[in-house]
Protein backbone atom coordinates (compact mmCIF):
# COMPACT_ATOMS: atom_id res chain seq x y z
CA UNK A 1 0.00 0.00 0.00
CA UNK A 2 1.46 3.29 -0.74
CA UNK A 3 1.76 6.05 1.29
CA UNK A 4 -0.66 9.07 1.25
CA UNK A 5 0.15 12.45 0.26
CA UNK A 6 -0.48 13.83 4.15
CA UNK A 7 2.19 10.83 5.46
CA UNK A 8 4.62 12.19 2.32
CA UNK A 9 4.29 15.62 3.38
CA UNK A 10 4.81 14.64 7.51
CA UNK A 11 7.81 12.57 6.58
CA UNK A 12 9.18 15.79 4.68
CA UNK A 13 8.68 17.95 7.58
CA UNK A 14 10.59 15.60 9.56
CA UNK A 15 13.67 15.22 7.05
CA UNK A 16 16.48 16.71 9.73
CA UNK A 17 18.15 17.03 5.93
CA UNK A 18 15.33 19.55 4.37
CA UNK A 19 14.84 23.16 5.98
CA UNK A 20 11.79 23.60 7.07
CA UNK A 21 10.61 26.26 4.26
CA UNK A 22 11.40 23.83 1.93
CA UNK A 23 9.01 23.95 -1.16
CA UNK A 24 7.59 20.36 0.30
CA UNK A 25 7.43 21.38 3.67
CA UNK A 26 3.84 21.52 5.07
CA UNK A 27 1.46 24.31 4.06
CA UNK A 28 0.64 26.31 7.54
CA UNK A 29 -3.70 26.57 7.98
CA UNK A 30 -3.46 29.98 8.59
CA UNK A 31 -0.57 32.89 6.92
CA UNK A 32 0.60 35.48 10.41
CA UNK A 33 -0.07 38.31 8.91
CA UNK A 34 2.80 40.91 10.18
CA UNK A 35 1.48 43.81 12.71
CA UNK A 36 2.33 47.28 12.14
CA UNK A 37 0.82 48.94 14.91
CA UNK A 38 0.08 52.58 14.94
CA UNK A 39 3.64 53.94 13.75
CA UNK A 40 3.52 51.28 11.14
CA UNK A 41 0.79 52.54 9.35
CA UNK A 42 1.81 56.15 10.12
CA UNK A 43 4.99 55.10 8.18
CA UNK A 44 3.20 53.76 5.45
CA UNK A 45 0.99 56.75 5.36
CA UNK A 46 3.69 59.35 5.18
CA UNK A 47 5.25 56.64 2.28
CA UNK A 48 2.17 56.63 -0.32
CA UNK A 49 1.92 60.80 0.59
CA UNK A 50 5.27 61.28 -0.39
CA UNK A 51 5.49 59.23 -3.72
CA UNK A 52 6.21 60.53 -6.77
CA UNK A 53 2.85 59.46 -7.97
CA UNK A 54 0.77 60.90 -5.18
CA UNK A 55 2.42 64.23 -5.90
CA UNK A 56 1.56 64.03 -9.23
CA UNK A 57 -2.23 63.13 -8.30
CA UNK A 58 -2.36 65.61 -6.26
CA UNK A 59 -1.13 67.86 -8.62
CA UNK A 60 -4.10 66.77 -11.07
CA UNK A 61 -6.87 67.31 -8.67
CA UNK A 62 -5.62 70.84 -7.51
CA UNK A 63 -5.94 71.49 -11.18
CA UNK A 64 -9.00 69.95 -11.40
CA UNK A 65 -10.06 71.85 -8.18
CA UNK A 66 -9.50 75.23 -9.94
CA UNK A 67 -11.63 74.78 -12.98
CA UNK A 68 -14.67 75.71 -10.96
CA UNK A 69 -12.88 79.04 -10.31
CA UNK A 70 -12.94 79.73 -13.83
CA UNK A 71 -16.94 78.59 -14.39
CA UNK A 72 -18.26 80.76 -11.38
CA UNK A 73 -17.94 84.18 -10.86
CA UNK A 74 -15.55 84.52 -7.40
CA UNK A 75 -16.27 87.00 -4.57
CA UNK A 76 -12.89 88.33 -4.67
CA UNK A 77 -12.57 89.02 -7.97
CA UNK A 78 -16.03 90.11 -8.97
CA UNK A 79 -18.81 90.51 -6.46
CA UNK A 80 -20.97 91.76 -8.83
CA UNK A 81 -21.06 88.88 -10.89
CA UNK A 82 -21.72 86.67 -7.33
CA UNK A 83 -24.91 89.07 -6.97
CA UNK A 84 -25.95 88.73 -10.37
CA UNK A 85 -25.67 84.94 -10.17
CA UNK A 86 -27.88 84.71 -7.06
CA UNK A 87 -30.41 86.81 -8.79
CA UNK A 88 -30.83 84.02 -11.97
CA UNK A 89 -30.06 81.26 -10.12
CA UNK A 90 -31.89 81.95 -6.78
CA UNK A 91 -32.58 78.42 -5.71
CA UNK A 92 -29.31 76.69 -6.75
CA UNK A 93 -27.40 79.67 -5.07
CA UNK A 94 -27.51 78.38 -1.44
CA UNK A 95 -26.33 74.76 -2.60
CA UNK A 96 -23.27 76.73 -4.74
CA UNK A 97 -22.36 79.24 -2.11
CA UNK A 98 -22.46 76.31 0.99
CA UNK A 99 -19.81 74.26 -0.81
CA UNK A 100 -17.60 77.35 -1.63
CA UNK A 101 -18.02 77.59 -5.35
CA UNK A 102 -17.75 81.20 -5.25
CA UNK A 103 -14.96 81.14 -3.08
CA UNK A 104 -12.81 78.12 -4.89
CA UNK A 105 -9.65 79.28 -3.94
CA UNK A 106 -10.39 79.80 0.42
CA UNK A 107 -12.50 76.56 0.29
CA UNK A 108 -11.66 73.98 2.65
CA UNK A 109 -11.42 71.62 0.50
CA UNK A 110 -9.39 73.57 -2.09
CA UNK A 111 -6.99 74.23 0.66
CA UNK A 112 -6.75 70.83 1.66
CA UNK A 113 -5.74 69.28 -2.12
CA UNK A 114 -3.37 72.50 -1.86
CA UNK A 115 -1.63 71.63 1.87
CA UNK A 116 -1.50 68.15 1.02
CA UNK A 117 0.35 68.47 -2.19
CA UNK A 118 2.58 70.94 -0.48
CA UNK A 119 3.35 68.44 2.15
CA UNK A 120 3.87 65.39 -0.99
CA UNK A 121 6.31 67.56 -2.71
CA UNK A 122 8.41 68.08 0.15
CA UNK A 123 8.71 64.59 0.96
CA UNK A 124 9.04 63.88 -2.21
CA UNK A 125 12.09 65.89 -3.01
CA UNK A 126 14.21 65.96 0.20
CA UNK A 127 15.07 62.30 0.09
CA UNK A 128 15.71 62.84 -3.83
CA UNK A 129 18.29 65.69 -3.12
CA UNK A 130 20.63 63.49 -0.34
CA UNK A 131 20.21 60.87 -2.78
CA UNK A 132 21.64 63.19 -5.48
CA UNK A 133 23.72 65.01 -3.13
CA UNK A 134 25.62 61.69 -2.79
CA UNK A 135 25.69 60.61 -6.54
CA UNK A 136 27.43 64.14 -7.24
CA UNK A 137 30.37 63.44 -5.27
CA UNK A 138 30.40 59.73 -6.14
CA UNK A 139 32.88 59.02 -8.69
CA UNK A 140 31.76 57.80 -12.15
CA UNK A 141 31.60 53.45 -11.94
CA UNK A 142 34.20 51.13 -13.25
CA UNK A 143 35.06 50.24 -16.71
CA UNK A 144 32.42 46.74 -17.52
CA UNK A 145 34.58 43.45 -18.44
CA UNK A 146 32.69 43.00 -21.42
CA UNK A 147 32.18 46.49 -23.66
CA UNK A 148 30.74 45.32 -26.78
CA UNK A 149 27.79 43.69 -24.51
CA UNK A 150 26.37 47.70 -24.57
CA UNK A 151 23.85 49.08 -26.13
CA UNK A 152 26.23 51.35 -27.50
CA UNK A 153 29.27 50.45 -29.04
CA UNK A 154 32.61 50.62 -31.27
CA UNK A 155 35.62 49.55 -31.89
CA UNK A 156 38.85 50.06 -33.77
CA UNK A 157 42.30 49.05 -33.85
CA UNK A 158 45.59 51.15 -34.57
CA UNK A 159 48.88 50.44 -34.91
CA UNK A 160 50.65 50.98 -31.94
CA UNK A 161 54.26 50.70 -29.95
CA UNK A 162 52.78 48.56 -26.49
CA UNK A 163 51.83 49.81 -23.45
CA UNK A 164 53.01 53.82 -24.16
CA UNK A 165 50.50 53.91 -27.20
CA UNK A 166 47.87 52.53 -25.54
CA UNK A 167 48.22 54.66 -22.18
CA UNK A 168 48.66 57.64 -24.84
CA UNK A 169 45.15 56.35 -26.53
CA UNK A 170 43.01 56.57 -23.11
CA UNK A 171 44.91 59.67 -22.03
CA UNK A 172 43.52 61.23 -25.28
CA UNK A 173 40.18 60.39 -24.88
CA UNK A 174 40.06 61.36 -21.40
CA UNK A 175 41.14 65.02 -22.48
CA UNK A 176 38.25 64.85 -24.59
CA UNK A 177 35.80 63.69 -23.01
CA UNK A 178 36.79 66.13 -20.10
CA UNK A 179 36.29 69.23 -22.38
CA UNK A 180 32.55 67.61 -23.33
CA UNK A 181 31.95 68.48 -19.91
CA UNK A 182 31.69 64.60 -19.08
CA UNK A 183 33.07 63.53 -15.25
CA UNK A 184 36.09 61.48 -16.27
CA UNK A 185 37.89 58.85 -13.58
CA UNK A 186 40.76 56.47 -15.06
CA UNK A 187 40.43 52.48 -14.62
CA UNK A 188 44.34 50.65 -15.63
CA UNK A 189 44.96 47.43 -14.35
CA UNK A 190 46.28 44.16 -15.91
CA UNK A 191 47.80 45.98 -19.25
CA UNK A 192 44.51 47.43 -19.98
CA UNK A 193 43.71 50.93 -19.88
CA UNK A 194 40.33 52.68 -19.57
CA UNK A 195 39.02 55.71 -18.96
CA UNK A 196 35.16 55.57 -17.53
CA UNK A 197 33.20 59.01 -17.62
CA UNK A 198 29.44 60.59 -17.27
CA UNK A 199 27.41 63.42 -17.41
CA UNK A 200 23.78 64.27 -17.10
CA UNK A 201 23.21 65.04 -13.78
CA UNK A 202 21.67 68.09 -14.61
CA UNK A 203 18.83 66.15 -15.78
CA UNK A 204 18.22 65.04 -12.16
CA UNK A 205 19.59 68.77 -10.94
CA UNK A 206 16.51 70.43 -12.93
CA UNK A 207 14.01 67.58 -11.83
CA UNK A 208 15.07 68.93 -8.34
CA UNK A 209 15.09 72.60 -9.16
CA UNK A 210 11.39 71.76 -11.23
CA UNK A 211 9.96 70.53 -7.54
CA UNK A 212 11.77 73.02 -5.25
CA UNK A 213 10.62 75.59 -7.86
CA UNK A 214 6.78 74.13 -7.58
CA UNK A 215 7.07 74.40 -3.61
CA UNK A 216 8.31 77.96 -3.68
CA UNK A 217 5.31 78.88 -6.02
CA UNK A 218 2.69 77.60 -3.62
CA UNK A 219 4.93 78.76 -0.46
CA UNK A 220 4.60 82.05 -2.36
CA UNK A 221 0.93 81.92 -2.52
CA UNK A 222 0.35 80.61 0.63
CA UNK A 223 2.29 83.18 2.37
CA UNK A 224 1.97 86.14 0.00
CA UNK A 225 -2.01 85.67 0.09
CA UNK A 226 -1.58 86.59 3.55
CA UNK A 227 -0.30 90.05 2.96
CA UNK A 228 -2.66 90.54 -0.24
CA UNK A 229 -5.63 92.25 -0.98
CA UNK A 230 -8.22 93.09 -3.84
CA UNK A 231 -10.54 95.40 -3.60
CA UNK A 232 -13.41 96.70 -6.66
CA UNK A 233 -14.65 100.35 -7.00
CA UNK A 234 -16.79 101.95 -9.46
CA UNK A 235 -15.73 105.48 -10.49
CA UNK A 236 -17.75 108.18 -12.14
CA UNK A 237 -16.48 110.73 -14.81
CA UNK A 238 -15.77 113.24 -12.78
CA UNK A 239 -15.65 111.61 -9.21
CA UNK A 240 -12.46 110.54 -7.11
CA UNK A 241 -11.15 107.21 -5.42
CA UNK A 242 -9.10 107.49 -2.18
CA UNK A 243 -7.33 104.35 -1.29
CA UNK A 244 -8.61 104.37 2.00
CA UNK A 245 -11.01 101.22 2.79
CA UNK A 246 -14.06 103.42 3.38
CA UNK A 247 -14.16 104.27 -0.42
CA UNK A 248 -13.95 101.31 -1.44
CA UNK A 249 -16.91 99.20 -2.51
CA UNK A 250 -16.12 96.00 -1.82
CA UNK A 251 -12.59 94.90 -0.22
CA UNK A 252 -11.42 90.98 0.29
CA UNK A 253 -8.16 91.30 2.85
CA UNK A 254 -6.04 88.73 3.56
CA UNK A 255 -5.58 87.38 6.68
CA UNK A 256 -3.21 89.77 8.23
CA UNK A 257 -4.08 93.01 6.50
CA UNK A 258 -6.46 95.32 8.27
CA UNK A 259 -6.80 97.58 5.70
CA UNK A 260 -5.55 100.53 7.97
CA UNK A 261 -2.53 101.04 5.75
CA UNK A 262 -2.80 101.17 2.28
CA UNK A 263 -0.73 103.37 0.36
CA UNK A 264 -1.85 106.62 0.32
CA UNK A 265 -2.96 107.89 -3.16
CA UNK A 266 -5.99 109.20 -5.11
CA UNK A 267 -6.91 108.61 -8.43
CA UNK A 268 -9.81 110.64 -10.57
CA UNK A 269 -11.10 109.39 -13.56
CA UNK A 270 -11.26 112.69 -16.22
CA UNK A 271 -13.10 110.45 -18.92
CA UNK A 272 -13.94 107.00 -20.07
CA UNK A 273 -13.33 106.80 -24.17
CA UNK A 274 -15.13 103.82 -26.12
CA UNK A 275 -15.37 103.45 -29.81
CA UNK A 276 -18.79 101.17 -31.36
CA UNK A 277 -18.50 99.72 -34.91
CA UNK A 278 -21.19 101.38 -36.68
CA UNK A 279 -24.53 99.72 -37.73
CA UNK A 280 -24.17 98.64 -41.57
CA UNK A 281 -20.98 97.45 -40.51
CA UNK A 282 -18.87 93.90 -39.89
CA UNK A 283 -19.53 93.73 -36.24
CA UNK A 284 -21.59 96.62 -35.44
CA UNK A 285 -22.32 97.47 -32.08
CA UNK A 286 -19.08 95.64 -30.94
CA UNK A 287 -16.63 97.52 -28.50
CA UNK A 288 -13.29 98.87 -29.92
CA UNK A 289 -10.71 100.67 -27.15
CA UNK A 290 -11.92 100.59 -23.77
CA UNK A 291 -9.72 103.47 -22.43
CA UNK A 292 -10.02 105.14 -19.09
CA UNK A 293 -7.93 108.44 -18.79
CA UNK A 294 -6.76 108.89 -14.97
CA UNK A 295 -4.99 111.38 -12.99
CA UNK A 296 -3.09 109.74 -10.32
CA UNK A 297 -2.15 112.01 -7.31
CA UNK A 298 0.66 110.42 -4.29
CA UNK A 299 1.79 112.84 -1.48
CA UNK A 300 5.39 114.51 -2.29
CA UNK A 301 4.75 113.92 -6.20
CA UNK A 302 3.16 115.90 -9.05
CA UNK A 303 -0.13 114.59 -10.39
CA UNK A 304 0.33 112.51 -13.75
CA UNK A 305 -1.90 111.21 -16.21
CA UNK A 306 -2.24 107.39 -17.63
CA UNK A 307 -4.78 105.25 -19.30
CA UNK A 308 -6.00 102.03 -17.94
CA UNK A 309 -7.09 99.90 -20.68
CA UNK A 310 -8.35 96.06 -20.83
CA UNK A 311 -5.60 93.39 -20.02
CA UNK A 312 -2.92 96.97 -19.62
CA UNK A 313 -3.51 97.52 -16.04
CA UNK A 314 -1.42 100.75 -14.39
CA UNK A 315 1.10 99.92 -10.70
CA UNK A 316 0.80 102.47 -8.07
CA UNK A 317 2.35 102.05 -4.42
CA UNK A 318 2.82 98.79 -5.11
CA UNK A 319 -0.94 98.17 -6.30
CA UNK A 320 -2.27 97.10 -9.75
CA UNK A 321 -5.14 98.63 -10.95
CA UNK A 322 -7.13 96.29 -13.88
CA UNK A 323 -10.12 97.78 -15.84
CA UNK A 324 -12.72 95.06 -15.50
CA UNK A 325 -16.18 97.07 -16.72
CA UNK A 326 -18.05 99.85 -18.04
CA UNK A 327 -20.93 101.52 -18.35
CA UNK A 328 -23.43 104.70 -17.99
CA UNK A 329 -24.02 106.47 -14.63
CA UNK A 330 -26.80 108.94 -15.50
CA UNK A 331 -27.27 112.24 -13.19
CA UNK A 332 -30.37 111.86 -11.14
CA UNK A 333 -31.93 114.95 -9.16
CA UNK A 334 -34.91 113.98 -6.45
CA UNK A 335 -36.37 117.08 -5.21
CA UNK A 336 -39.54 117.32 -3.16
CA UNK A 337 -42.80 118.86 -3.04
CA UNK A 338 -41.06 122.09 -1.79
CA UNK A 339 -38.62 122.27 -4.57
CA UNK A 340 -35.79 121.11 -2.28
CA UNK A 341 -33.04 118.60 -3.46
CA UNK A 342 -33.38 115.16 -1.70
CA UNK A 343 -31.04 113.26 -3.55
CA UNK A 344 -28.61 114.16 -6.43
CA UNK A 345 -26.34 112.12 -8.03
CA UNK A 346 -24.55 109.89 -10.58
CA UNK A 347 -25.44 106.60 -10.51
CA UNK A 348 -23.97 103.94 -12.35
CA UNK A 349 -26.46 101.58 -14.54
CA UNK A 350 -25.25 97.80 -14.45
CA UNK A 351 -25.22 96.48 -17.92
CA UNK A 352 -27.50 93.66 -18.59
CA UNK A 353 -26.89 93.20 -22.56
CA UNK A 354 -24.58 93.66 -25.19
CA UNK A 355 -26.39 96.87 -26.26
CA UNK A 356 -25.69 98.25 -22.76
CA UNK A 357 -29.35 97.80 -21.58
CA UNK A 358 -28.83 98.94 -18.11
CA UNK A 359 -30.24 98.42 -14.76
CA UNK A 360 -29.87 101.07 -11.78
CA UNK A 361 -31.44 101.47 -8.71
CA UNK A 362 -31.79 105.15 -6.92
CA UNK A 363 -32.49 104.92 -3.19
CA UNK A 364 -34.12 107.84 -1.74
CA UNK A 365 -34.51 107.50 2.39
CA UNK A 366 -35.33 111.02 3.51
CA UNK A 367 -36.84 114.21 2.34
CA UNK A 368 -40.17 112.72 0.93
CA UNK A 369 -42.94 111.42 2.79
CA UNK A 370 -41.92 107.85 2.71
CA UNK A 371 -38.75 105.80 2.10
CA UNK A 372 -38.64 105.47 -1.88
CA UNK A 373 -36.86 103.52 -4.06
CA UNK A 374 -36.85 104.16 -7.59
CA UNK A 375 -36.10 101.16 -10.05
CA UNK A 376 -34.80 102.29 -13.34
CA UNK A 377 -33.65 101.10 -16.53
CA UNK A 378 -31.25 102.71 -19.11
CA UNK A 379 -31.66 102.88 -23.24
CA UNK A 380 -28.57 104.16 -24.52
CA UNK A 381 -30.48 103.68 -28.42
CA UNK A 382 -34.09 102.90 -27.40
CA UNK A 383 -35.99 100.27 -29.53
CA UNK A 384 -39.16 99.06 -29.24
CA UNK A 385 -40.44 94.52 -29.11
CA UNK A 386 -43.27 93.36 -30.88
CA UNK A 387 -44.54 93.30 -27.51
CA UNK A 388 -44.46 96.88 -26.70
CA UNK A 389 -41.24 96.31 -24.47
CA UNK A 390 -38.31 99.08 -24.56
CA UNK A 391 -34.65 97.56 -25.62
CA UNK A 392 -31.67 98.75 -26.60
CA UNK A 393 -30.81 98.14 -30.39
CA UNK A 394 -27.41 99.68 -30.13
CA UNK A 395 -24.88 100.25 -27.15
CA UNK A 396 -23.71 104.37 -27.69
CA UNK A 397 -26.09 107.13 -26.80
CA UNK A 398 -28.13 107.66 -29.85
CA UNK A 399 -31.45 107.96 -28.62
CA UNK A 400 -31.03 107.62 -24.84
CA UNK A 401 -34.48 106.79 -22.89
CA UNK A 402 -34.34 106.14 -18.78
CA UNK A 403 -37.68 104.94 -17.12
CA UNK A 404 -38.00 104.29 -13.68
CA UNK A 405 -40.73 101.94 -11.70
CA UNK A 406 -41.81 103.99 -8.08
CA UNK A 407 -42.02 101.98 -5.14
CA UNK A 408 -42.32 103.61 -1.41
CA UNK A 409 -42.34 101.50 1.69
CA UNK A 410 -39.46 100.31 3.92
CA UNK A 411 -36.24 100.59 2.13
CA UNK A 412 -34.43 98.51 4.88
CA UNK A 413 -32.17 101.15 5.55
CA UNK A 414 -32.85 101.82 8.71
CA UNK A 415 -32.19 98.46 10.64
CA UNK A 416 -28.48 98.40 10.03
CA UNK A 417 -27.96 95.49 7.66
CA UNK A 418 -25.54 96.12 5.00
CA UNK A 419 -27.59 96.34 1.42
CA UNK A 420 -25.99 96.74 -2.22
CA UNK A 421 -26.62 99.92 -3.67
CA UNK A 422 -27.43 97.69 -6.71
CA UNK A 423 -30.43 95.85 -5.43
CA UNK A 424 -33.58 97.13 -3.84
CA UNK A 425 -35.83 94.12 -2.57
CA UNK A 426 -39.56 95.21 -3.53
CA UNK A 427 -41.30 92.84 -1.14
CA UNK A 428 -43.51 94.74 1.21
CA UNK A 429 -42.67 97.76 -1.08
CA UNK A 430 -46.29 99.45 -2.64
CA UNK A 431 -45.63 99.85 -6.50
CA UNK A 432 -47.01 103.03 -7.50
CA UNK A 433 -45.81 103.05 -11.19
CA UNK A 434 -45.35 100.10 -13.81
CA UNK A 435 -46.02 96.52 -13.74
CA UNK A 436 -49.27 96.00 -12.14
CA UNK A 437 -49.75 99.18 -10.62
CA UNK A 438 -52.12 100.33 -13.85
CA UNK A 439 -49.55 103.25 -13.91
CA UNK A 440 -47.27 103.69 -17.07
CA UNK A 441 -43.61 103.83 -15.66
CA UNK A 442 -41.39 107.12 -15.73
CA UNK A 443 -39.80 108.09 -19.22
CA UNK A 444 -37.47 110.67 -19.05
CA UNK A 445 -34.57 112.14 -22.23
CA UNK A 446 -32.01 113.89 -21.06
CA UNK A 447 -32.84 117.29 -19.46
CA UNK A 448 -36.84 116.16 -18.75
CA UNK A 449 -38.30 116.28 -15.26
CA UNK A 450 -41.30 114.27 -14.28
CA UNK A 451 -43.12 114.49 -10.98
CA UNK A 452 -43.31 111.61 -8.55
CA UNK A 453 -46.71 109.60 -7.39
CA UNK A 454 -49.04 111.82 -4.67
CA UNK A 455 -47.66 115.13 -5.85
CA UNK A 456 -44.15 114.30 -3.22
CA UNK A 457 -41.62 116.29 -5.94
CA UNK A 458 -40.22 115.74 -9.08
CA UNK A 459 -37.30 113.48 -10.46
CA UNK A 460 -34.74 115.16 -13.09
CA UNK A 461 -32.36 113.76 -15.56
CA UNK A 462 -29.66 116.20 -15.58
CA UNK A 463 -28.02 115.80 -19.06
CA UNK A 464 -24.26 116.93 -18.59
CA UNK A 465 -24.24 118.43 -21.92
CA UNK A 466 -25.64 118.20 -25.72
CA UNK A 467 -22.86 116.03 -27.12
CA UNK A 468 -22.19 114.16 -23.92
CA UNK A 469 -26.23 113.65 -22.15
CA UNK A 470 -25.13 110.78 -19.69
CA UNK A 471 -21.61 110.24 -17.76
CA UNK A 472 -19.58 106.69 -18.11
CA UNK A 473 -18.45 105.11 -15.01
CA UNK A 474 -15.14 102.47 -15.38
CA UNK A 475 -15.14 99.54 -12.86
CA UNK A 476 -11.95 99.26 -11.54
CA UNK A 477 -9.80 96.20 -9.29
CA UNK A 478 -7.09 97.21 -7.34
CA UNK A 479 -4.96 94.49 -6.16
CA UNK A 480 -2.12 93.98 -3.69
CA UNK A 481 0.32 90.83 -3.87
CA UNK A 482 3.42 91.07 -2.18
CA UNK A 483 4.11 87.42 -3.78
CA UNK A 484 3.77 88.11 -7.28
CA UNK A 485 7.43 88.42 -8.04
CA UNK A 486 8.26 85.44 -6.16
CA UNK A 487 5.63 83.75 -7.92
CA UNK A 488 7.02 85.21 -10.99
CA UNK A 489 10.35 83.82 -10.36
CA UNK A 490 9.43 80.24 -8.80
CA UNK A 491 7.51 80.23 -12.19
CA UNK A 492 10.44 80.88 -14.08
CA UNK A 493 13.31 79.06 -12.33
CA UNK A 494 10.39 75.71 -12.57
CA UNK A 495 10.24 76.48 -16.05
CA UNK A 496 14.19 75.85 -16.29
CA UNK A 497 14.33 72.68 -15.01
CA UNK A 498 11.56 71.69 -16.78
CA UNK A 499 13.52 72.28 -19.58
CA UNK A 500 16.69 70.89 -18.24
CA UNK A 501 14.89 67.26 -16.81
CA UNK A 502 13.48 66.70 -20.41
CA UNK A 503 16.40 67.69 -22.57
CA UNK A 504 19.34 66.93 -21.13
CA UNK A 505 20.44 62.89 -21.36
CA UNK A 506 21.76 60.91 -18.78
CA UNK A 507 24.57 59.51 -20.37
CA UNK A 508 27.76 57.05 -19.58
CA UNK A 509 30.56 56.91 -22.11
CA UNK A 510 34.10 54.04 -22.00
CA UNK A 511 36.87 54.09 -23.72
CA UNK A 512 39.33 50.76 -23.14
CA UNK A 513 42.71 50.56 -24.95
CA UNK A 514 44.81 47.38 -24.75
CA UNK A 515 47.58 46.22 -26.69
CA UNK A 516 47.16 43.33 -28.78
CA UNK A 517 49.03 41.08 -31.81
CA UNK A 518 47.96 43.74 -34.48
CA UNK A 519 48.98 47.27 -32.86
CA UNK A 520 46.08 48.92 -30.12
CA UNK A 521 42.68 47.85 -29.78
CA UNK A 522 40.03 50.39 -28.48
CA UNK A 523 36.85 49.85 -27.82
CA UNK A 524 34.11 52.60 -27.19
CA UNK A 525 30.93 52.27 -25.43
CA UNK A 526 28.07 54.05 -23.80
CA UNK A 527 25.10 53.53 -21.30
CA UNK A 528 21.87 55.72 -21.48
CA UNK A 529 19.58 56.34 -18.03
CA UNK A 530 16.15 56.17 -20.08
CA UNK A 531 15.66 56.74 -23.77
CA UNK A 532 18.24 58.24 -25.73
CA UNK A 533 17.95 57.89 -29.35
CA UNK A 534 21.29 59.46 -30.02
CA UNK A 535 23.46 57.47 -27.88
CA UNK A 536 24.86 55.23 -30.47
CA UNK A 537 25.55 59.04 -32.67
CA UNK A 538 27.50 60.21 -29.56
CA UNK A 539 29.90 56.78 -28.75
CA UNK A 540 30.80 57.03 -33.10
CA UNK A 541 31.00 60.76 -32.56
CA UNK A 542 33.34 60.50 -29.63
CA UNK A 543 35.35 57.40 -31.87
CA UNK A 544 35.79 59.42 -34.97
CA UNK A 545 37.05 62.48 -33.28
CA UNK A 546 39.02 60.36 -30.41
CA UNK A 547 41.08 58.07 -33.53
CA UNK A 548 41.15 61.15 -36.11
CA UNK A 549 43.23 62.94 -33.48
CA UNK A 550 45.09 59.71 -32.65
CA UNK A 551 46.76 59.75 -36.23
CA UNK A 552 47.48 63.06 -35.95
CA UNK A 553 49.56 63.31 -33.11
CA UNK A 554 50.89 59.71 -33.96
CA UNK A 555 51.61 61.33 -37.84
CA UNK A 556 53.72 64.37 -36.07
CA UNK A 557 55.47 61.97 -33.75
CA UNK A 558 56.91 59.76 -36.85
CA UNK A 559 57.92 62.89 -38.39
Known amino acids: MSPSRSDLRTETTTDPLRPSDHADAAVPSEIAQPHLGFIGWLRWAWRQLTSMRTALLLLLLLAIAAVPGSLFPQRSADPNGVTQWERNNPDAFPIADAVGLFDVYLSPWFSAIYL ?15 YHYKALRS ?36 EQLRKAGYRVERYDARGTFSVSAERGYLRETGNLIFHLALVGVL ?19 GTTFVNALSDYSSFNPGRFVDGTDLAPYSLTLDTFGVSYRLPGSAGAGQAGDFDAQVTIRQFGREDRKQNVIVN ?7 DRIFLLGNGYAPTITVRNADGEVVYSESQP ?44 IYPD ?37 GGESSQDSLELTPGATLDLPKGWGTVTWESV ?56 RIEYAGLARGEDPALQRAVDDLALRHTAELRNETSEKSL
Not at 141 to 152: D, G, V
Not at 223 to 232: L, R, V
Not at 359 to 381: H, M, R
Open 116 to 130: LLFTSLIGCVIPRAK
Open 465 to 520: SEEKPVKRFASLQIQHDPSSGWVLGFSLLATLGLFAGLFVPRRRLWVKARTSASGV
Open 219 to 237: ASVAIGGSFAYTGQRVVVE
Open 139 to 174: RPPRTPARLNRLPAFAETTLPGAGDVTATTAVDLAA
Open 349 to 392: FLPQDSNMTSLGIIKVPDGLPEQVGLVGFFYPTRGVLDSGAYTS
Open 312 to 318: YPITVEG
Open 397 to 433: VVKPVLTFNVFSGDLGIDDGTPRSVYTLDVSGLTQHT
